[in-house]
């Protein structure tokens, strides 16, 4: 499958899941997994920082349209696509990440280099979409848990997305 195809398909998908599923999870008013991110993550190593910014933006404001936050969803994926060509560069090796998939995975990358790269980038899609959502700090303490358990949340949902989908070769 050509990458284009594989990435609307997963932008349909993401989006979907996020929407008709994950949106209706709310547990205690601490716990909002969100998968939608996956996308960003999941774009091929090679894609220009402007393209990787665009990709967020769409992926953001589609989002926005459903979830009638304006643009809250938009203003984190963009950060997270801005920062995540740093983030890759601090994590690959030497030579760079040895890929025949030219995807960012637990098989490209390794398990533990992924799920750090995850983490880093989820928590900070996080903390900025809560601190927006908040619009303040009148209560550091609950923003934080928030920030935490949703990155908790959302991580265990990346990984289990990668374990179910995402082939071994």
Known sequence: MSI?????IRFVLLLLIQVFVLNEILLHQLVSPYLYMLFILALPFNLPRPVLMLMGLLMGLS????????????????????LRPFIINILSPQGGFETTQKTPSMTSMGVSQFLIYAAILVFLHHALFFTLEVFGMGNPL????????????????????????FSKK
């Not at 284009?4 to 609307?8: G, H, K, M, S």
């Not at 989002?63 to 801005?82: E, K, R, S």
């Open 4 to 8: 284009l195809l594989r990435n609307i």
């Open 63 to 82: 989002l926005d349209m459903f979830m009638n936050t304006p643009g809250m969803h938009a203003a984190a994926c963009v950060f997270i696509a801005y």
């Open 142 to 165: 609950y923003l934080g848990m928030k920030i935490i358990f949703s990155t908790l949340a959302s991580l265990f949902l990346i990984v289990l997305y990668e374990l179910l989908f």
